[in-house]
């Protein structure tokens, strides 16, 4: 009966552990596993990033200069080419891309700022 408690009480804690996201220290490997992730999630049919995209029917190239803070949390977006796109979809797509959440976590209190071009 002691075995059975213990190995309940383990359970959750050991879920939890392989719940953390990965965390990266290096400046170029954060940046590369951004753009990595971006080219993935901006293509693939299954992800909410995708989906959102095709559901407000955006088009064109798009340049923006994106900062990464702890957590995987965007806290940037600026637009680089300006006047190339309407502004309507630029605002929508900078809106899209201010809500993602990367998928690993940075150092705490730094912040990564990379620029990445959206062709759809």
Do not use: W
């Not at 804690?13 to 392989?18: I, K, P, R």
């Amino acid at each position: 009966m002691k075995r059975l408690l213990v190995l309940c009480l383990l359970l959750p804690v050991l879920y939890a552990s392989g719940q953390k996201k990965p965390f990266y220290q290096i400046k170029d490997e954060i940046i590369g596993k951004a753009i990595a992730e971006l080219d993935s999630v901006s293509s693939a049919p299954g992800s909410a990033f995708f989906r959102e995209i095709s559901e407000s029917n955006l088009s064109g190239t798009y340049v923006f200069d994106i900062t990464l803070r702890e957590k995987g949390e965007v806290a940037t977006v600026f637009v680089v080419n300006e006047g190339a796109n309407h502004i309507a979809m630029q605002n929508r797509l900078k809106d899209i891309v201010k809500r993602y959440r990367f998928g690993f976590r940075v150092p705490k209190g730094k912040s990564y700022k990379f620029q990445y071009t959206f062709k759809f």
